[in-house]
């Protein structure tokens, strides 16, 4: 095929050599893609693409590929023995992995090592399947299969062991854990999942079109469905509330325009090659534009530039930016010579003289095997951490001053933290989840209970208990807590699409069901107000009454301050201002005022 066509009349186009070989690719916007293949096997060998960054891949006389090398110059590399097996292979960054074999006759590795000396090792079924694996510190998982190649169990360190069942068409029909918690799924004919049956017996159904598309979901009495056109693409989704969002796509099947439940717009128009070039949000215009390379550049929102994304020679982004405040707002990258993050820099610079008022540094280092073990701050002692095996984290320091040490399970689970004079221990339930946390100091020792469905339903302490409870559907209900002299029950009352109601006991005159358009005005503690896209623009205190913040945006649709007053002991109105350009101001209406914030960060 030499030339394509597309729905909406924009033309792709390729060229072959004498023995239709591919040459050249030319897409929707003019834009030539170059092969170089290898005259003799017709491999490809080399990738030019329309900014004229090129792609190289060598081969061997078996045909396999030893050596590649990206447009950034970095390589990888692999070796193989003289059976064609895979025996080694060297990643960009440097990091290599070896791969072992127990016989000539098998494909599959009996053993791996990676940059850090750890070795894990496998076993296999005569069949191809995983029996058994074994990682770096000698804990063993292993596999248990059916006649049919199925996996059946997966019987881990510590106890923990998952169990799957299927029926005579291989599908998937119960997975049941180690203290007996079953999970149960159902299929219609033509094989899609119908029904999930939960531990405690609730169900969640799918119910779906001829063409098998899942049209409604249900759980726990509530439903969520979905309308398709004839294309198969959806065109609206109902939420549990009624409400609804639509979808309109062009001829190639790229989303052209949103409607969402609040009832807001959005539009997306993309160029001849796919990529999103402009959008708009009630009004809000934003332009997206890219290099040659279709790396992403700069962005504009009704005309003023939001962000700008620069790249160097080998194509790292190094650095990011945007205007807060007329300050210019930067975040810098650098790497080393395998492509690896070293630092990260913030700057702030004044609008009008480019002067520096604001920076910090951000540097990162690596150990001899390529795991990231330090992070040295501006004005601040490194921070460095020590792992084991394939980079488990044992302990991190400050400085020369030891910050924590951790004791880990057989998973690999922390079971206990020692900082300082404390130590935390931790315990597990036989199905993995989180049991205790107990510390030296009894007042902060923690217990937690969890339901056959694996919801958190309770957490003892010293001091308190707290009572969680949920419904059909798996939200939160309510909390009680009690204590020597405390026993308060605290309702979560949501509506249908699981927004947050007022509290019932509160406010029992609400005759709030739902919230329209899926936005919250008001809940126990604050109001909120939006604007028309959708932001939040303001959220005040009912309690204590009065206290608000404000948030103010930038035409580029970013926050750039947020204020909070309110009125004081000494009968002023008091203000808090933080903006992205790092300085933060307190004013009295008196007429005091403290600002923060200077070169150094501090």
């Known amino acids: 095929m030499v030339k394509k066509e597309h729905a909406d009349g924009s033309v792709t186009q390729s060229q072959f050599d004498a023995v239709g070989r591919l040459r050249t690719q030319t897409d929707a916007a ?31 006389h078996h045909s396999q590929l030893p050596s590649a090398t990206g447009p950034d110059g970095l390589e990888i590399r692999r070796e193989y023995d003289e059976w064609g097996r895979l025996i080694q292979e060297t990643a960009p960054d440097g990091d290599i992995i070896r791969y072992r074999y127990d016989n000539p006759h098998s494909d599959l590795p009996c053993a791996t090592e990676d940059a850090t000396g750890s070795r894990k090792t496998m076993t296999w079924s005569r069949y191809g399947q995983l029996l058994s694996f074994t990682d770096c510190s000698g804990y063993v998982t292993r596999y248990d299969h059916d006649r049919f190649g199925q996996m059946t169990a997966v019987h881990r360190e510590e106890g923990l062991s998952q169990y799957r069942a299927y029926d005579s068409r291989g599908q998937l029909i119960a997975v049941k854990d180690t203290q007996g918690h079953e999970t149960r799924y159902e299929y219609n004919a033509a094989g899609d999942l119908t029904t999930v049956i939960a531990p405690d017996g609730s169900r969640n159904g799918t119910q779906y079109d001829a063409w098998g598309k899942a049209i409604c979901t249900t759980q726990g009495g509530l439903t969520r469905s979905m309308e398709y056109d004839a294309a198969g693409r959806v065109i609206r989704l109902t939420s549990e509330n009624g409400s609804h969002t639509t979808f309109r796509y062009d001829v190639l099947d790229r989303l052209i325009q949103e409607t969402g439940f609040d009832g807001r717009t959005q539009r997306y128009h993309h160029d001849l090659t796919g990529k999103l070039i402009r959008s708009e949000d009630e009004g809000l215009v934003t332009h997206w534009h890219y290099d040659e390379a279709d790396r992403l550049t700069h962005r504009t929102v009704k005309g003023e530039t939001a962000e700008r994304w620069r790249y160097d020679e080998r194509g790292w982004l190094t650095d990011i930016s945007h205007i807060s405040e007329g300050h210019r707002v930067t975040v810098h990258y650098g790497y080393d010579e395998k492509g690896r993050l070293t630092g990260e820099r913030q700057t702030v610079h004044h609008p009008q003289t480019e002067a520096l008022l604001w920076q910090h540094e951000t540097r990162h280092a690596y150990n001899a095997q390529g795991l990231a073990n330090r992070c040295i701050p501006d004005s601040l002692p490194a921070v460095e951490w020590l792992t084991y095996g394939s980079g488990w984290l044992s302990g991190m320091k400050l400085g020369d001053t030891p910050l924590v040490d951790f004791t880990r399970d057989r998973l690999h689970r922390e079971t206990l933290r020692s900082f300082g004079r404390y130590e935390l221990s931790t315990a597990y339930t036989p199905a993995g989840q989180l049991q205790s946390q107990h510390l030296n100091s009894l007042q902060y020792d923690r217990d937690y209970t969890w339901n056959d469905n694996g919801e958190l339903i309770r957490i003892s302490s010293p001091r308190q208990t707290r009572s969680y409870s949920y419904s059909t559907t798996g939200r939160l209900t309510g909390v009680h807590t009690t204590a020597a002299n405390l026993d308060i029950r605290i309702p979560y009352a949501t509506d249908p699409a699981g927004n947050r109601l007022p509290d019932p006991e509160l406010h029992p005159d609400s005759t709030l069901s739902m919230w329209p358009d899926n936005r919250i005005a008001r809940d126990a503690h604050y109001l909120y107000r939006y604007d028309r896209h959708g932001r939040l623009t303001e959220k005040t205190d009912l309690i204590p009454e009065g206290l608000s913040a404000r948030m103010m945006s930038a035409p580029t649709g970013t926050i750039t301050t947020v204020s909070t007053g309110w009125c004081t002991t000494r009968g002023h109105n008091m203000q808090s201002r933080w903006s992205k350009a790092a300085i933060f101001t307190t004013r009295w ?7 923060y914030g200077d070169v150094n960060g501090t």
Do not use: K
């Open 589 to 595: 209406a008196a007429g005091w005022q403290n600002g």
């Open 30 to 60: 003019g834009r030539t893609t170059e092969y170089s293949p290898d005259v003799v096997t017709g491999l490809i060998t080399r990738i030019t693409t329309p900014d004229g960054r090129a792609s190289a891949f060598y081969y061997n």
